[in-house]
C-alpha cells in the first residue's frame, strides 16, 4: 500500500493493462492498481518487484484504490469494450470527487465515449477516449496513444503520457491530443482498419510469391528482411520476416505452414468499413481486407469447395508456368507498396470526412507523426505522409501529393503484371486488385457512372446532370425505347 498517494490509476490488468501499469511506473510516476479480479492485482505488483522493485501499489478495494491516488485524480481503465466499462465507472464513480478524471483506454466505438463523457460530466469528473496501439510490447516499452476528449483532462495527464508513448528520435514522443468527443477512439479505429489493409496485402505478397513463385520459407524470410531495410521498412513487414523463419517445436518444418487459414478479429475493421459506407468515403483496399477475413472463417465450406473444383479440373493454383524470382520479387515488392499508398489514403480520407462531420479539426499530419512508432502500422513512409501533408494541408488524396504520384507511376506496370499473374493463376488478391481499381477510377476524368445513371433515371425517375447544360433532368426512357421498337 502507498504511503503517500499515487500519480495515477489504473483499473484493468489483462496483459495492456499490468504492460501499461509497469510502463507508468518504470518512468518514475507511483500507480496504483485494481482489477475486479483480485489475483491480477497480486500478480500485477509480484511483476513490478521483479522487473525493479517499480512503484506499483495494488488494492483489491476501489475504494481504497481511488483514494489512494493524488487529486485531481486521473485512473486509466483498460477493460473489455462495451457494458464493463459502463460498470467499471459506475464502480469507481462512488468514490470519484468533482475535477477527477476517468481515462478509457481500450477499443471503443466512439459513440460510447461520447455519451460517457457526457454522462460523467453531470458529476463534474472528466473523461478521454484514448486509443493505445502497439500491443502488449508497445504497452510495456511505448505506444502510439491517441487521446480525444476533455482537453483539461488531457493536461492533467500529459506530462506522464508524454514520456510513456512511444519516442521516435526525430519527431518526439508518438502521443498528442487528437481532439474533443470520440475523435481519439475513432482515429485508433480507422489505425486499425489500415492495419486490416496493411496485414491482407502482406499476406497477399506472401501467396503470390509461395503459390506462383514457389518461394521457400527460408528464401521468404530473407526477401522480407531485404525489403526491411527499403521502402517497405514497416513493424509488420519486421515481423513477418522473422515469422517464416520460426521452426515448428511440435513437429518438421516451419510453425507458419501449420497455422489453421482462419484469422480472427475483434470488430474495430468492421466500424471502419460502417463508417466508410455511412460517410461515403470509398475504401476497398480497406473493406476487401474484412471480407478476405469473412471468406478465411468459411474453412469448412472451402474444403468442400476444393474438392467440388478439383474434380472439374481446377487445382489450387491453375497454371504451373515458370517465373523469374527475381524479377516477381520485384514486382511483388512494387505492388505492395503501390496498395500501401492506397490504404492509407483511403484511411486518411476517412478520418477527415468524420473530422468534417463532427468540427474535431484533426491534422492528418500530425496522425501520420504519432503513428511513426509504437503502433502496428509504424512505417518509415508515415514521415512521408507527415511531409504530403504538411505540404498541403488540404490535400484531397495521398494518390495526388506529387511524391506519391511520381511513385505510383513508376511502380504501376510491376502492380499490373502482379495482379495479372495472380488472376491468371487462381491466386486472389483482392486489397492489391481493389486498390490498383480504386488508383484506376480515382485518376479517370470519366468513369461509367453515366450509364449507372441513365438506368437509375430508367426505371425510377431518379434525374441525371448533363454534362453541357445546367440543371436536373428526366426523360422517358421506356416511351422513347417502345416508340423505336415499334417502329422498327
Excluded at 254 to 282: C, F, I, N, R, Y
Excluded at 310 to 322: I, P, S, Y
Excluded at 329 to 357: F, H, P, T, W
Excluded at 432 to 450: G, I, K, T, V, W
Aim: one cysteine or more; aromatic letters at 8%.
Amino acid at each position: 500500500m502507498a504511503v503517500q498517494p499515487t500519480r495515477i490509476g489504473l483499473a484493468g490488468l489483462a496483459v495492456m493493462g499490468q504492460n501499461l501499469a509497469l510502463n507508468i511506473a518504470s518512468k518514475g510516476f507511483p500507480i496504483s492498481v485494481y482489477n475486479r479480479t483480485t489475483s491480477k492485482v497480486d500478480e500485477t505488483v509480484e511483476r513490478a518487484k521483479k522487473e525493479g522493485n517499480l512503484p506499483v501499489y495494488g488494492f483489491h478495494d476501489p475504494e481504497f484504490f481511488v483514494n489512494s491516488i493524488q487529486k485531481p485524480r486521473v485512473i486509466i481503465m483498460l477493460v473489455k469494450a462495451g457494458a464493463p466499462v459502463d460498470q467499471t465507472i459506475k464502480t469507481l464513480s462512488a468514490y470519484l470527487e468533482k475535477g477527477d478524471c476517468i481515462v478509457d483506454g481500450g477499443n471503443e466505438w466512439y459513440e460510447n465515449t461520447e455519451r460517457r463523457e457526457k454522462a460523467v460530466s453531470e458529476n463534474g469528473f472528466l473523461y478521454l477516449g484514448m486509443g493505445v496501439s502497439g500491443g502488449e510490447e508497445g504497452a510495456r516499452n511505448g505506444p502510439s496513444l491517441m487521446p480525444g476528449g476533455s482537453f483539461d483532462a488531457y493536461k492533467n495527464i500529459e506530462d506522464i503520457l508524454l514520456k510513456v508513448a512511444a519516442q521516435v528520435r526525430d519527431s518526439g514522443p508518438c502521443v498528442t491530443y487528437i481532439g474533443k468527443g470520440g475523435s481519439g477512439n475513432f482515429v485508433k479505429m480507422v489505425h486499425n482498419g489500415i492495419e486490416y489493409g496493411d496485414m491482407q496485402l502482406i499476406a497477399e505478397a506472401y501467396d503470390v510469391l509461395k503459390s506462383v513463385g514457389k518461394l521457400s520459407n527460408e528464401e521468404l524470410h530473407g526477401v522480407f528482411t531485404e525489403w526491411n531495410k527499403g521502402e517497405l521498412e514497416s513493424f509488420l513487414v519486421e515481423i513477418t520476416a522473422d515469422i517464416f523463419a520460426i521452426k515448428d517445436d511440435k513437429g518438421d518444418g516451419h510453425l507458419v505452414d501449420k497455422v489453421l487459414d482462419k484469422t480472427g478479429m475483434k470488430g474495430t475493421g468492421k466500424w471502419t468499413v460502417q463508417q466508410a459506407a455511412e460517410l461515403s468515403v470509398p475504401s476497398p483496399t480497406i473493406e476487401s481486407s474484412l471480407d478476405a477475413r469473412f471468406l478465411s472463417g468459411l474453412k469448412d465450406e472451402r474444403v468442400q469447395a476444393a474438392k467440388v473444383f478439383k474434380e472439374g479440373g481446377f487445382g489450387d493454383v491453375l497454371t504451373d508456368q515458370t517465373v523469374d524470382k527475381k524479377q516477381l520479387i520485384d514486382d511483388v515488392r512494387k505492388a505492395l507498396y503501390a496498395s500501401k499508398i492506397c490504404s492509407y489514403a483511403q484511411g486518411m480520407n476517412l478520418i477527415r470526412a468524420k473530422s468534417m462531420e463532427k468540427g474535431w479539426g484533426l491534422k492528418l499530419g500530425e496522425l501520420a507523426r504519432i503513428w511513426k512508432g509504437g503502433c502496428i502500422i509504424r512505417a518509415i513512409f508515415l514521415d512521408r505522409i507527415k511531409q504530403a501533408y504538411d505540404r498541403n494541408a488540404e490535400l484531397a488524396n495521398l494518390l495526388v501529393d506529387p511524391e506519391f504520384a511520381k511513385e505510383i507511376i513508376e511502380r504501376q506496370s510491376a502492380w499490373r503484371r502482379v495482379v495479372c499473374l495472380s488472376i491468371n493463376s487462381g491466386i486472389s488478391t483482392p486489397g492489391m486488385s481493389a486498390s490498383l481499381a480504386y488508383f484506376d477510377s480515382y485518376r479517370r476524368e470519366r468513369l461509367p457512372a453515366n450509364l449507372v445513371q441513365a438506368q437509375r433515371d430508367y426505371f425510377g425517375a431518379h434525374t441525371y446532370e448533363r454534362t453541357d447544360v445546367e440543371g436536373s433532368f428526366h426523360t422517358e426512357w421506356f416511351k422513347i425505347a417502345r416508340q423505336s421498337k415499334s417502329n422498327m
